[in-house]
């Protein structure tokens, strides 16, 4: 299968290029540190589309998100919102996804199965959320959400065996998780090649009628 992966630098997106591959599929990867593409620019997502290898996609996986870097961290109460840290939260993502998702849905093939799946989080579960805080990522996570939901109804009107999923991986031992793994059980952080082969198999086992569900790692369903 045509399997595209977008955010392969990261050390999810690069154990599920490294799966797929595995299994035979011809993986092209995509990536800020490749250099071909990022979402935070809407450019470089339109070029990255149209560069494209395979004349039809059956496969696409948008391995990103960002909790925090240099000058931006998770808010723990409402007196550290900031207008410009929110922006660049919803900037990487929802806004980038929801371009990935106008210029690659395109691409998609017409008939037969087809899958999108992009990487979300618990924590982007309105109804789940208990503990507060995180604003920022809580909230372009939710966002990712809804934009997912709803490419899902449009796109099965074209594509109808199409499955387009918001999946979350479980709490992964990555750059971006590292310094909020203090409290994590040593039984729930997972490797990297762990949540990519528990995320493949997910994937692979939902169905349309899954389409524009919200899964976890081991294929439960989470409320929005």
């Known amino acids: 299968m045509d399997t595209v992966i977008i955010g392969a630098s990261g050390g999810i997106g690069a154990a599920l290029a490294e799966r797929f591959a595995a299994q035979g599929d011809q993986v092209h990867t995509l990536s800020r540190s490749e250099g071909t593409i990022d979402l935070a620019d809407a450019a470089s997502i339109a070029a990255a589309a149209g560069a494209l290898p395979f004349p039809a996609v059956r496969r696409l996986i948008v391995a990103t ?10 808010e723990r109460s409402l007196r550290d919102l900031d207008g410009s840290r929110l922006e660049r939260a919803f900037l990487v993502n929802a806004i980038g996804p929801a371009l990935v998702l106008r210029h690659f849905v395109p691409l998609l093939a017409r008939s037969g199965r ?6 979300s989080a618990r924590v982007g579960s309105i109804a789940d959320n208990r503990l507060g805080g995180w604003y920022g990522y809580r909230a372009s996570k939710a966002a990712l959400n809804q ?17 387009l999923v918001a999946l979350h991986p479980g709490t992964v031992d990555t750059a971006m998780s590292r ?20 995320l493949a198999d997910v994937l692979g086992k939902l169905s349309p009628a899954d389409s524009g569900g919200f899964f976890d790692w081991q294929g439960e369903a989470i409320p929005f």
């Open 179 to 198: 310094p909020f793994q203090a409290n994590v059980p040593a039984q729930k952080l997972f490797t990297p090649a762990h949540s990519a082969a528990c």
């Open 114 to 119: 087809v899958e999108m799946a992009f990487l």
């Open 65 to 74: 998100g960002l909790l925090h870097e240099a000058g931006l961290a998770p």
């Open 147 to 163: 934009l997912v939901r709803t490419a899902a109804i449009e796109v099965g009107r074209s594509r109808p065996e199409a499955v």
